[in-house]
Each structure stands twice: as structure tokens, then as C-alpha cells.
């Protein structure tokens, strides 16, 4: 009895179980033959080589059709478990194969993250809603790790000095413009200043080599003023809102991070200055030689055509 059990389940295709449930669905062989498409003949053929397997009728031949017995029932039963799982997994394997599912990690610095990956990614999400995407913020040299080690499939960040070129296939990203960013009541706000009206107010900001806070020394430097004296270093956002609506702080951001805020909280402004505070253009990255998975070759297609 073991041994027809094994025979039946390694005999067993998705073409017998199909006919069974079509023969029960329809309760006459010809019907059942022309819903699964073969001729009753062949239905017939395959409807013994299933029962011999299975050591037993599984359905009673009557007048006006045929029964399922109760072992059909339990092989009905069952079949269509099955047979729902292989459709499943057909259109699961059609979506992954489109790219139209599946899963996608992708890492990038604040600005391009809010910039550019948010829109490219809800633009896909429309259209594909199966996708199961993450994205992680973090300093360039954090993400630059991840891509190495597999964590994700492609980064929008910066490449140090110290980071071999070689390894990677990088896409030109975009310049970034820094703003400061502070509490609709400051005292600055509401015109146009220069950065050494700044100087006397407390900055938080991310901390030394980091991007912005390079781009904001240059800027004092570059304009010949010293670098602001009293500093928060953070490279937390949260952190930085809580300083900056709880005082007269002052939190250097991208611009696009900065309009972002400002339109969701009235109590936040940007103060404009008269000196332009630019970071270095990001890049988008993937490990060379490295294949991606189709839903990720769409989602970085979409931030390729937004850059």
C-alpha cells in the first residue's frame, strides 16, 4: 500500500488532476475531455492510469454520468489545493520574470532618497503593485558596504576616495544645493541673508566629513568667515527638527529634504542666503557584472529617466 501511494504521488501531473476535477465538475467523461482539451479516448486512458495508481474507482460509472466516490472526493479535494497552488505560482513566476513582483532593496543619502527614489518608487508602486520594495537611509560609506556585501541592489550615494571604482557600474546622478532650514519665527527668517548673519546661531548639523556639513565649511571658507562656532552634531533628522522647532537652531539641509518639510509643517521656513552651499553630485551604483532581478531593473530605470 506504501509503495502505491509513492507511485500515485511521483505519477501524479497537473494534467490528471485537472481531469479529475473536470469529471466531477461536469459529471459525464465527454464534457470533462473537452473542458481540459483531449479527446475521450485519451480521458479515458488517463482516468485508469490514475485509478490504477491510486488502488481504487474514483468515480462510480452510472446512467447519467459518473459519481465521485469517496475516495474522488478526498482526490477532488485535494486536487483543488493543489491545482490553486500552481496557478498561484504561475503568475507569481510570470510577475517575477516581468518584473512586475517580487522583492527590490535599494539604499540611498537623504536628498536623492526624498528626491528621487520616493517619486520613482510610488510611480511604480501604481503599476505594480505586487512589488515588495525597502529602502534604507544612510551615510554614503554605510550604503557603499551594503552594495558590496548584497544587502541591496543598487545605491544612490557618493564615492570617497578611498572606494575602488573598479567594482561598480555608476550612473551620473545630480548636484545638490544645501538650504538652512529653521523655525518659522526665527529671527532671520521671511528675507534673503548672508552666512555671516548666521554665525551667531546655534547649527545642528551631520557630523565632520560628512557631505553637508563639508559643503557648509566651504561655503563659510570660501566667502572668507570663520566656520560656525556653536554646533549640534547629528546626523539624525528627528534630532534636528526637535532642535530647530524648539529654538533658534539651525539645520543645513538638501533643499528637496527642506521643501519637503516646510509643506508638511507650518512652523518650518527655509532662510535663504545670498551665498550658494552646494554638495557634490551623488551617483547611482550597482555592483558590476552583478544581475539584477527584473523588478529592480524597473525601479532603476525609472530613477534613471527622473535623473
Not at 45 to 72: H, V, W
Not at 99 to 125: D, H, I, Q, Y
Not at 226 to 244: C, D, E, F
Request: charged share 25%; glycine share 6%.
Amino acid at each position: 500500500m506504501i509503495g502505491m501511494v509513492h507511485s500515485l504521488a511521483y505519477r501524479l501531473k497537473p494534467a490528471h488532476l485537472r481531469l479529475i476535477r473536470a469529471i466531477h465538475d461536469n459529471g459525464k467523461l465527454q464534457l470533462a475531455a473537452d473542458a481540459v482539451g483531449m479527446s475521450q479516448p485519451a480521458a479515458s486512458r488517463m482516468l485508469s492510469e490514475i485509478e490504477s495508481d491510486a488502488g481504487g474507482a474514483l468515480f462510480e460509472r452510472l446512467p447519467k454520468g459518473m459519481a465521485a466516490t469517496p475516495m474522488g472526493v478526498a482526490f477532488v479535494r485535494h486536487a483543488r489545493v493543489i491545482l490553486a497552488e500552481v496557478e498561484t505560482l504561475a503568475g507569481e513566476i510570470a510577475q517575477l520574470r516581468d518584473g512586475t513582483a517580487g522583492a527590490v532593496r535599494v539604499g540611498a543619502v537623504t536628498g536623492p532618497a526624498v528626491g528621487v527614489l520616493v517619486p520613482a518608487l510610488t510611480w511604480l508602486r501604481a503599476r505594480m503593485p505586487d512589488i515588495r520594495p525597502t529602502i534604507e537611509v544612510a551615510p554614503s560609506a554605510t550604503l557603499i558596504r551594503g552594495l558590496e556585501e548584497g544587502r541591496f541592489d543598487f545605491v544612490l550615494a557618493r564615492i570617497g576616495f578611498e572606494t575602488d571604482t573598479r567594482a561598480y557600474q555608476a550612473y551620473p546622478g545630480r548636484r545638490e544645493n544645501v538650504c538652512l532650514l529653521a523655525r518659522a519665527s526665527h529671527p532671520l527668517a521671511g528675507r534673503r541673508v548672508s552666512l555671516a548673519e548666521t554665525l551667531p546661531f546655534e547649527f545642528v548639523i551631520q557630523e565632520p566629513g560628512s557631505p553637508i556639513r563639508k559643503a557648509l565649511e566651504n561655503a563659510f571658507l570660501g566667502n572668507r568667515l570663520r566656520t560656525p562656532a556653536r554646533i549640534t552634531n547629528s546626523s539624525s533628522l528627528l534630532i534636528a527638527l526637535s532642535l530647530v522647532t524648539g529654538s533658534d537652531a539651525i539645520a543645513p539641509q538638501t533643499r528637496e529634504v527642506a521643501e519637503m518639510l516646510t509643506k508638511r509643517k507650518s512652523d518650518l521656513t527655509v532662510i535663504e542666503t545670498d551665498e550658494d552651499i552646494a554638495v557634490s553630485s551623488f551617483l547611482v551604483l550597482q555592483i558590476r557584472h552583478r544581475q539584477l532581478s527584473p523588478v529592480a531593473e524597473n525601479l532603476l530605470d525609472e530613477v534613471l529617466r527622473r535623473l
